[in-house]
């Protein structure tokens, strides 16, 4: 049981290119979700989906898109990188509802130049 | 809107002593709170959760909080801290109204220092 995981962990892009961020989990869950962390920001939620084939936007979406083709997965691209796009970006899913909190993959360092 | 803060970016404490790091939230509803835990270079880990049960939350590694309506807060605590607790710790609410979709809203965090 892996839990949640996440390719790559880290990352040096040059402005403009473009990366595709990949997310798994293996709990079965409905949720899941794409946040940034940026020093004294906490997380801020990027994108999220509520099940398979959904997603929809969160706080900072801009600059990002996201698919979830299978329940499992949730991936995150990036199509121009921009330097203010520079991050630690946290993959996390969960059940939902009031009591039901969300667990976390490692992370993804990305830094682009 | 619901929000969260923490009232201190930095803590330290030497390793025996008690912790404290505050956390007052905002939500025009009644909230689920949660307090997770960062280790340097880690992803996050649920230390403890509210969900309207009892006020006085026990979470893993010793750590509890307290729920207070009239206050507003949900401060954690430890009696006695230990080096290894040294992380980062975030205060996190999730509102009425995000049931559906579970999102959180996180605080900006408060880095615990323990010196030997």
């Known amino acids: 049981n892996a839990g949640v995981t996440q390719t790559p962990k880290f990352r040096v892009l040059k402005t403009g290119q473009s990366m595709t961020l990949l997310c798994a989990q293996d709990?079965?869950?409905?949720?899941m979700y794409w946040y940034r962390q940026d020093p004294g920001m906490g997380l801020r939620l990027i994108h999220y989906?509520?099940?398979?084939?959904?997603?929809a936007k969160g706080e900072v979406p801009d600059g990002y898109n996201v698919s979830r083709l299978k329940k499992q997965n949730f991936l995150l691209g990036l199509e121009s990188a921009a330097p203010s796009q520079t991050s630690v970006y946290f993959c996390?899913?969960?059940?939902?509802?009031?009591?039901?909190?969300?667990?976390f993959g490692p992370g993804t360092r990305l830094t682009v130049l | 809107a619901q929000s969260v803060t923490q009232l201190d970016s930095h803590v330290s404490v030497s390793e025996g002593t008690p912790v404290l790091l505050r956390c007052n939230y905002s939500?025009?509803?009644?909230?689920?709170l949660f307090w997770y835990v960062q280790h340097p270079n880690k992803g996050l880990q649920l230390l403890l959760k509210?969900?309207?049960?009892?006020?006085l939350v026990k979470g893993i590694n010793g750590f509890e909080a307290e729920f207070k309506k009239s206050e507003t807060s949900f401060h954690l605590t430890k009696p006695s801290a230990h080096m290894s607790d040294a992380a980062e710790y975030f205060c996190?609410?999730?509102?009425?109204?995000?049931?559906?979709?579970?999102?959180?809203?996180f605080g900006q965090g408060t880095t615990l220092q323990v010196k030997p």
């Open positions: 509210y969900t309207s049960a009892a006020t």
């Open positions: 996190v609410v999730m509102a009425m109204a995000s049931s559906n979709t579970g999102k959180l809203i």
């Open positions: 939500s025009s509803y009644s909230p689920s």
């Open positions: 996390a899913s969960g059940r939902g509802g009031l009591s039901n909190e969300q667990f």
């Open positions: 989906s509520v099940g398979e084939g959904t997603t």
């Open positions: 709990m079965n869950h409905e949720y």
